[in-house]
């Protein structure tokens, strides 16, 4: 069974930095890849970061807009994926959802999500 919990999120300022949190089911994380996407206001769905395979191997999966300032990571032994953002920016204000894949990559489309949770940049 697929559970995926985020929290985290946020008010900070531009220029500063968040990390999100995923607690997700054991099931999730041994059968789909995780990763993270957000929705704006006004703005369609963007898909941010991915990650999958082998502690060690893993295969990670950024959108070129996030490359540098999102860095994804995973502590199987507690169930957690964390999306770290840094050089936010106010355009990044958006609900941020941790999201089972099929696999990683620019085309794949999330096939469960969480509740979200909002980040908001702003001074």
């Known amino acids: 069974q697929v559970s995926l919990v985020e929290s985290g999120g946020g008010l900070v300022q531009p220029g500063g930095s968040l990390r999100i949190s995923c607690v997700a089911s054991?099931?999730?994380?041994?059968?789909?890849?995780i990763g993270w996407f957000r929705q704006g206001p006004g703005k369609e769905r963007e898909g941010l970061s991915c990650?999958?395979?082998?502690?060690?191997?893993?295969?990670?999966y950024y959108a070129d807009f996030v490359k540098g300032r999102f860095t994804i990571s995973r502590n199987n032994r507690k169930n957690t994926v964390y999306l770290q953002m840094d050089s936010l920016k106010p355009g990044d204000t958006a609900v941020y959802y941790c999201?089972?894949?099929?696999?990683?990559?620019?085309?794949?489309?999330?096939?469960?999500w969480g509740q979200g949770t909002q980040v908001t940049v702003s001074s």
């Open positions: 054991r099931y999730a994380l041994d059968y789909y890849a």
């Open positions: 990650i999958t395979g082998l502690t060690g191997r893993e295969n990670i």
């Open positions: 999201a089972t894949y099929a696999a990683c990559g620019q085309e794949t489309p999330p096939l469960s």
